[in-house]
């Protein structure tokens, strides 16, 4: 599982997959996008404090090293899914979108519920499609919720003032984690950290899926 390399102040070479438009009928579809290298290029000045007395080593990071990892596509207007495995899968950014998991005929699925910001009549179509299709079972979490007192005060650590992305990391143990990155030069970036977040249950999901935005 690679979430233990997604602390604060590890630095990544990355260049993020584009965003698959489309038509914004609320279908759920399989990802597309190929994943593109992720890679370790050291640690900033700004880093956590279990990283200023453990070496990089220790966690199994060497420079250049590559994080293998499955993206699954952000469609905005749709919900895209991946299979999970054998890597964990990775997907952003993030604004009010749901990220879920689930199985469908023995198959474990992540899935990227693609919802627009300031478009309620997307919203609407995508989630309320997803909430009546998704088996029992079903789980979820909101990646940008997990951050909401903090992710300003990452920000302004940064002279000047960085502005958050927020990406969702699904493992595939089924965990779920909400990572900040910080853009930090032409296709690098600087990790604000991750943070492990609880699943929301099926009906508790629907429910919060099928409310008026």
């Keep these: 599982m690679i979430e233990k390399y997604f602390m604060l102040g590890v630095r990544f070479r990355w260049q993020k997959p584009a965003n698959v438009d489309g038509t914004r009928d609320g279908a759920i579809v399989d990802g597309i996008r190929p994943t593109s290298l992720l890679t370790y290029i050291g640690l900033g000045s700004i880093v956590a404090p279990s990283l200023m007395y453990t070496h990089v080593s220790a966690l199994g990071l060497q420079m250049n090293m590559p994080i293998q990892h499955k993206w699954l596509d952000y469609t905005p207007g749709r919900t895209a899914r991946v299979p999970i495995g054998p890597y964990d899968v990775l997907t952003g950014f993030m604004s009010g979108c749901i990220i879920s998991r689930w199985t469908d005929r023995g198959v474990n699925y992540v899935g990227h519920v693609g919802t ?96 008026n935005d």
């Design 116 to 211: 627009v910001e300031s478009n309620p009549e997307v919203n609407r179509v995508v989630k309320r499609t997803f909430a009546f299709a998704m088996p029992k079972g079903t789980t979820g979490f909101s990646p940008l919720h997990a951050w909401v007192n903090e992710i300003g005060e990452l920000s302004r650590r940064f002279k000047p003032a960085k502005i958050p992305e927020i990406c969702a990391l699904v493992t595939t143990q089924g965990e779920f984690y909400s990572i900040v990155m910080f853009r930090d030069g032409l296709n690098e970036w600087y990790c604000g950290g991750a943070k492990r977040v609880d699943p929301i249950s099926h009906d508790t999901l629907k429910l919060q899926m099928l409310r």
